[in-house]
T-cell receptor, first 117, second 118 residues
Framework: GAVVSQHPSRVICKSGTSVKIECRSL??????MFWYRQFPKQSLMLMAT?????????EQGVEKDKFLINHASLTLSTLTVTSAHPEDSSFYIC?????????????FGPGTRLTVT | AQKVTQAQTEISVVEKEDVTLDCVYE???????LFWYKQPPSGELVFLIR??????QNEISGRYSWNFQKSTSSFNFTITASQVVDSAVYFC???????????????FGTGTQLKVEL
């Protein structure tokens, strides 16, 4: 299989604090990981693409300094929401690809629901 | 640029009815992939199907079937004899080939909320 996990599944934090979300590929090496954000009753919006060992590529309108992405290994990417505010409350989903000829296939994590109070 | 349109925001049916979810896509690439995902209330995306642009054969999997028509740029999804457990949001998505520089980014439609009632 191709299993992707996310931790934590739910997190509540106070406004102004930072929160880190982990995305792990459990049984394969992920050359590329993607981070999405989904507001209630809306579609998934790609935030950034990260490749192991290099800087993430952010989509237009996504603040790089606010959403820090680190892809330190082929099985782990982290998203840190810095100085979180209530408007950052959302469902964050990561996905991972194996790379090469299978790079069109994205395997999704179960998501992390962030609530900022 | 890629675009996916799911014009049906919400559909309500009674159990055992057949229902079709529409998906229309736009891309200038000749090599691309189309996907359908199910998102139940838990939020986790469930992969349903992948189709590449060179394979126009329709597919059936149990109560699910997909109709891919390049002539109309559509990739519609039909659930036969719907059940309450089918209630979810369904997303159609498009990915272009990495060989054409698309970077394998997935472009999602806005989703269709399907409610199946008893």
């Amino acid at each position: 299989g191709a299993v992707v996990s996310q931790h934590p599944s739910r997190v509540i934090c106070k406004s102004g604090t930072s929160v880190k979300i982990e995305c792990r590929s459990l049984d394969f090496q992920a050359t590329t990981m993607f981070w999405y954000r989904q507001f209630p009753k809306q579609s998934l919006m790609l935030m950034a693409t990260s490749n192991e060992g290099s800087k993430a590529t952010y989509e237009q309108g996504v603040e790089k300094d606010k959403f820090l992405i680190n892809h330190a290994s082929l099985t782990l990417s982290t998203l840190t929401v810095t100085s979180a505010h209530p408007e950052d409350s959302s469902f964050y989903i990561c996905s991972a690809t194996r790379g090469g000829l299978s790079s069109y296939e994205q395997y999704f994590g179960p998501g992390t629901r962030l609530t900022v109070t | 640029a890629q675009k996916v349109t799911q014009a049906q925001t919400e559909i309500s049916v009674v159990e055992k009815e057949d229902v079709t979810l529409d998906c229309v896509y736009e891309t200038r690439d000749t090599t691309y992939y189309l996907f359908w995902y199910k998102q139940p209330p838990s939020g986790e995306l469930v992969f349903l199907i992948r189709r590449n642009s060179f394979d126009e054969q329709n597919e059936i999997s149990g109560r699910y079937s997909w109709n891919f028509q390049k002539s109309t740029s559509s990739f519609n999804f039909t659930i036969t004899a719907s059940q309450v457990v089918d209630s979810a949001v369904y997303f159609c998505a498009l990915s272009v080939s990495i060989l054409t520089g698309g970077g394998n980014k997935l472009t999602f439609g806005t989703g269709t909320q399907l409610k199946v009632e008893l």
